[in-house]
């Protein structure tokens, strides 16, 4: 069956690396069949701001005002604003989510974060129960796509910024794997501003190379929800056990105080 | 000679414990004669995206625009918007930065990020040579204090949410430290929405505490950048020599392919 994919895009200019990064997947997905949808989020003068006016309405408690209480009981009575329910139905529309921005601060950029925050509403893309690999999007498959300001060197193990890997975890594991997403290896774009055009041009050609086989690739791994106990969300001692003489951690974050697995965040099969 | 603070501030209520630490910290440090200048960002309607808007007058390349040069370029000649340079004023003057917010999907709420992406301009807050230790603001110090919705023993090396060493990596080094702060140890208010008036309460007075002897607090300890080659920015070889036989690696992100310094990212000293 065709896949249905969406691409949250943030970049302001049409005419920059990241935009010719989006291009080039809407092109070849679409030519294998997929049906891409694009939230063009600087475009779409999209609120990044989570505030009381994404409620319709009144809310239940104004004088103590929780965002993530109060989008939740919008969410089950139809009143999040009309801006957030269009996102979370092309969301739940889609096979595949790839999230293409340029990394600012390490991290996503301010209009980004803002999809994040007001879209993956508590109760929509997550709850108590349903979170990590028994996740409400257990069945979709997501990935972040970037370019850096930084040399790949740089955030390597030794390098100034530090193992990419821990910079990748509070977002692929705590924003992406939280909510159930199988992830797809990050497609890092490193430093295109630095780069000489013959070398963005070649970065461009290999990933139309990789997309044409990115709905067949194995996710990154992480840790089964079923290996944590349910109160204390601890790892069970016979799991502990089982990798007591392992080399590595487990992941990025659960680490056991062994060194990290290398390319965890980067790799799938690590 | 007295100390001036400023308040970077994220909660949409006054009812709410963010809103509570807040008035803690400007009651406690303006009682020992500090200054303290609060920019609650949702009540000032403060602006998160980074866009053409944010300069004053015509960009250099309006067909490929890249905020991270055109800003530079604006901050060189005066002409960011107002509510940047404003903000930019502000931290001029102030010697500690407290960022007060609760913790959304394991990073800081979209319009601190806006605060972030959009204050901390190229040229103002960082340059190519002034980062890190040797970074533009490494007279003052800056600090993370904010509110969880897991509780702790979910960020341990063995919870489910990992490591919250890992977490914080990315915002302390590769924001803060980054732009050459010192800085201190984060204050981390576990689950007050889950917990019990009298905690919520104890949390507040050991954060009072804190506060008497906070501007006097040793700060996290990072690599001095002269361990670092000026070129591919990777740690001496000298340096990793010396580390060689040492059990932990130097830092959460400069780990060495060693198990991460415990705690390295929580207290001051490890």
New interface residues.
């Given amino acids: 069956m065709a896949k249905k994919v969406l691409i949250v895009y943030a970049h302001?200019?049409s005419?920059?690396f990241n935009a010719a990064a989006k291009n080039a997947a809407v092109e070849v997905l679409t030519a294998q069949g997929c049906t891409v949808d694009v939230s063009d989020l600087?475009a779409m003068g999209?609120k990044?701001?989570?505030?009381?006016e994404d409620i319709k309405g009144e809310v239940k408690n104004a004088?103590?005002?929780?965002?993530?209480e109060e989008s939740k009981l919008a969410w089950e009575q139809g009143k999040l604003s009309a801006d957030i329910m269009e996102e979370q139905s092309k969301l739940t529309e889609a096979d595949l989510i790839i999230f293409q921005f340029p990394m600012?601060?390490?991290?996503?950029?301010?209009?980004l974060?803002?999809w994040?925050?007001?879209v993956?509403t508590n109760g929509f893309a997550f709850s108590q129960e349903k979170r990590?690999s028994q996740g409400i999007f257990k069945d979709k498959k997501a990935m972040l796509s970037f370019t850096t300001?930084s040399?790949e060197?740089?955030f390597?193990?030794?390098?100034?910024?530090?193992?990419m890997n821990?910079?990748l975890?509070?977002?692929q594991?705590?924003?992406l794997h939280?909510c159930g997403f199988q992830v797809l290896a990050p497609q890092v774009f490193w430093a295109p501003?630095s780069a000489v055009a013959e070398d963005c041009k070649s970065m461009l050609e290999s990933w139309r190379t990789r997309l044409q086989g990115l709905l067949e690739e194995k996710p990154l791994s992480f840790i089964s929800?079923d290996c944590?106990d349910d109160k204390?969300?601890?790892?069970k001692p016979e799991v502990?056990e089982k990798h007591a003489s392992k080399e590595f951690?487990l992941?990025?974050?659960?680490?056991?105080?062994?060194?990290?697995p290398?390319h965890s965040q980067m790799k799938a099969g690590c």
Same sequence: chains 1, 2.
């Fill in positions: 302001q200019s005419g920059s600087y999209f990044a701001t989570a505030t009381a004088e103590n005002f929780c965002y993530l600012y601060w390490f991290s996503v950029p301010a209009i974060k803002g994040i925050d007001r993956l990590y300001g040399l060197s740089m390597s193990p030794t390098g100034i910024n530090g193992d821990v910079t975890w509070p977002l594991n705590g924003i939280y501003s929800l944590f204390a969300f601890q790892l502990q951690g992941t990025v974050g659960i680490h056991l105080n062994k060194p990290l290398p």
